[in-house]
């Protein structure tokens, strides 16, 4: 089963806690009513100050003061979106239109568009597997940790640090999270058709292998347990040559 859901939360909202706490309680109601589906959640859930590191939000205030960050965590929900999906000349972009799920796997690749019109919202397409079928895609993610250490040396991060340890740490580790996600990169690549390190040897013999082990269990022949065996025994040494590699 496929649940999806459409969220759009208002920046004007009166209350911004109840906004977020009425999308978490329905966010739990699906999870606790539909357990074995798979659950996707999109729209503009307008959070600029919540970044995201390997699909967990993450941000500078309080559990309490963002009850569907929490939920979505302790549920190991996770969010798609990696790069900005809103943009103004002048402003710093932001995360604003999310991709949320409990099966991740499913999801092969989350991509923004251009915008449409006059808007300053860029579309989000989200390929994602419906049937049963492995993903032809992998994820890949590089981090210029060059760049960071470079941006955290003229950062003041002594002003981060306050009386209150627990407080600091938070802060501290927020701080570092965001540096990472501002020089993270992900990409989706295909997955190739077999695994790279597999000469055409070592594919050779373990077709020879499956298909001696095969005849033998059939004929159950002293001759072609022997042959079976030299197989095995070879293609032992070929693959132990790769560890030398």
């Known amino acids: 089963m496929f649940v999806l859901s459409s969220i759009y939360r208002s920046p004007s909202s009166p209350c911004q806690q ?30 600029p100050s919540v970044f995201w590191i390997d699909g967990q939000g993450m941000t500078r205030s309080s559990p309490e003061q963002n009850p569907l960050i929490q939920v979505l965590a302790d549920n190991f929900l996770y969010q798609t979106v990696t790069v900005p999906t809103r943009m103004r000349l002048g402003r710093n972009p932001s995360t604003l239109d999310l991709a949320i799920t409990n099966d991740p ?19 989000v397409l989200s390929s994602i597997q419906l049937n049963s079928k492995p993903s032809k895609y ?23 640090i306050s009386d209150d340890m627990e407080a600091s740490w938070i802060i501290l580790k927020n701080t570092l999270l965001e540096s990472q996600a501002n020089h993270t990169i992900v990409t989706w690549k ?13 594919k050779n013999l373990c077709n020879r292998k499956k298909q001696l082990w095969e005849k033998f269990v059939k004929q159950k022949a002293t001759t072609v347990y022997e042959k079976y065996k030299i197989t095995r025994n070879l293609l032992r040494k070929e693959t132990r040559k790769l560890t030398n590699v």
Request: net charge positive; glycine share 2%; with cysteine.
């Open 18 to 47: 109840s906004s977020q706490r009425a999308i978490a309680e329905m966010t739990q109601f699906k999870l606790c009513n539909f357990p074995k589906a798979t659950l996707f959640m999109t729209g503009d859930f307008n959070l």
């Open 105 to 123: 796997e499913k999801v092969i690749r989350t991509q923004t568009l251009s915008p449409i019109g006059s808007s300053d919202h860029m579309p």
């Open 138 to 160: 992998t994820k890949q993610s590089f981090t210029n940790y060059k760049m960071m250490m470079e941006e955290l040396i003229y950062a003041n991060l002594e002003t981060l």
């Open 190 to 202: 295909k997955k190739p058709k077999t695994l790279p390190f597999l000469t055409p040897k070592i």
